[in-house]
């Protein structure tokens, strides 16, 4: 694509020969553990898929297929303060468009977001009002996709993005004011957005209503937080709570506490790579114990050639360590902390222990992270797991046109 936007010129995305070549190169040079005994997958991914998938990776998977797909949409590369960025664009298709930034998590890439992009650029072709289109920005969030490198920022963390984004939105790109949405780290992104620059925002949508100092204090590595599973609980609820902390446990303290020494071995081996970030896709989406009812094995691989062909891996890990290492600060002591209009989407798989769907609003309500926020829209929804807007894309289009709807 030549359309220039902001008199930026538009770069197609494209990965070289010679790192596909040795992409090939190293996977079929892969040295195999045993996995002896691990048929149940109860020491983590099984062999016997994983290897299936990487000869898919090898003999079938065509990343000049895939690549032409993404290159259907704007692409752009910019440095923000120094930083460089990558974002994908899709104008909006209506009658006054609002800009929207989208920020995607981990193990996520900027294309978890593709299900959602063109209904909320151009509604009116999805059975929708034009009025409500959305001029949609999808960036790689800085040391993820093609965000890369960063030798001059190994600091980076959520809140320093949101600071990036801010100067992209209004600096770079010329917006005034817009608006924000996101899921996972994005969330706290985005929520950030939402706390010291919502004069500036319409609204904000997220994924999931965390705290802004979730990755505050000593044990930020610790998904239950050293709290100890109440006795004389339902045996039910207490196999919830193991299985949820079992979801997150490793995830959260090998990033926070090692990320550096995991990442030697996953900027070598595609195969490692692919089998740690695997294993997330597995556990975190709403997938019934088959993966490819959720991702299929193009869609897998996509995500996972996007990651490594950018050694990226290393510096998206990091991301959780420096969330913790550079703590979150208040830029104002007004409540509540995030004073943009929120809305936010819940999915049943990860209602909490013992809460159903049909409580989870009111569940929130009454904790202590729904004062934090300027909620205006929340929902739940009974399906959809972790990757929302891959996972339930319908139901996320219609939750955030009604976060934005009379906003504009």
Not at 110 to 126: E, N, R
Request: contains cysteine.
């Amino acid at each position: 694509m030549t359309a220039a936007f902001c008199g930026l010129q538009s770069t197609p995305v494209h990965i070289p020969d010679e790192v596909l070549a040795d992409l090939q190169h190293r996977l079929r040079s892969t040295r195999w553990p045993m996995d002896a005994g691990n048929e149940d997958s109860f020491y983590g991914v099984n062999r016997h898929y994983l290897e299936g998938l990487v000869r898919y990776w090898i003999e079938e998977f065509d990343w000049r297929k895939a690549e032409q797909t993404i290159n259907r949409y704007e692409h752009y590369h910019v440095h923000v303060d120094g930083v460089p960025v990558h974002f994908m664009r899709k104008p909006g298709v209506g009658p006054h468009p609002m800009p929207l930034i989208l920020s995607h998590g981990w193990p996520w890439t900027f294309w978890h977001w593709s299900k959602v992009i063109d209904p909320l650029a151009d509604p009116g072709a999805f059975g929708g009002d034009p009025a409500e289109a959305f001029d949609v920005i999808v960036p790689s969030l800085p040391g993820f996709g093609f965000s890369v490198p960063l030798p001059h920022n190994p600091d980076m963390n959520f809140w320093k993005m949101a600071d990036l984004w801010h100067t992209l939105m209004t600096d770079v790109l010329g917006y005034p004011k817009y608006a924000a949405a996101g899921c996972d780290v994005g969330a706290l992104v985005t929520g950030q957005l939402g706390h010291k620059y919502a004069e500036e925002l319409y609204a904000i949508h997220i994924g999931s209503a965390q705290r802004l100092d979730f990755f505050n204090g000593e044990r930020a590595w610790d998904f239950a937080g050293g709290r100890p599973i109440p006795e004389n609980i339902p045996e039910q609820i207490r196999a919830q709570i193991l299985e949820l902390d079992r979801r997150f446990a490793s995830h959260l303290a090998v990033h926070v506490l090692d990320s550096g020494t995991l990442a030697y071995g996953l900027s070598d081996s595609p195969v490692g790579m692919l089998a740690w970030i695997l294993k997330r896709w597995m556990k975190w989406s709403d997938n019934k114990g088959d993966i490819e009812s959720v991702f299929t094995k193009d869609d897998l691989l996509t995500h996972a050639t996007i990651f490594w062909a950018n050694n990226a891996v290393e510096t998206s890990m990091r991301v959780y360590a420096n969330n913790n290492r550079y703590p979150w600060t208040p830029s104002h002591d007004r409540w509540p902390v995030i004073e943009a209009p929120t809305g936010i989407t819940f999915v049943g798989y990860e209602n909490p222990p013992g809460i159903p769907t049909e409580k989870r609003v009111q569940h929130f309500l009454d904790s202590d992270r729904a004062p934090w926020y300027n909620h205006v829209n929340i929902t739940a929804h009974e399906e959809g797991g972790h990757f929302i807007p891959w996972e339930v894309p319908d139901k996320w289009v219609d939750d955030l046109r009604r976060t934005f709807r009379g906003r504009r």
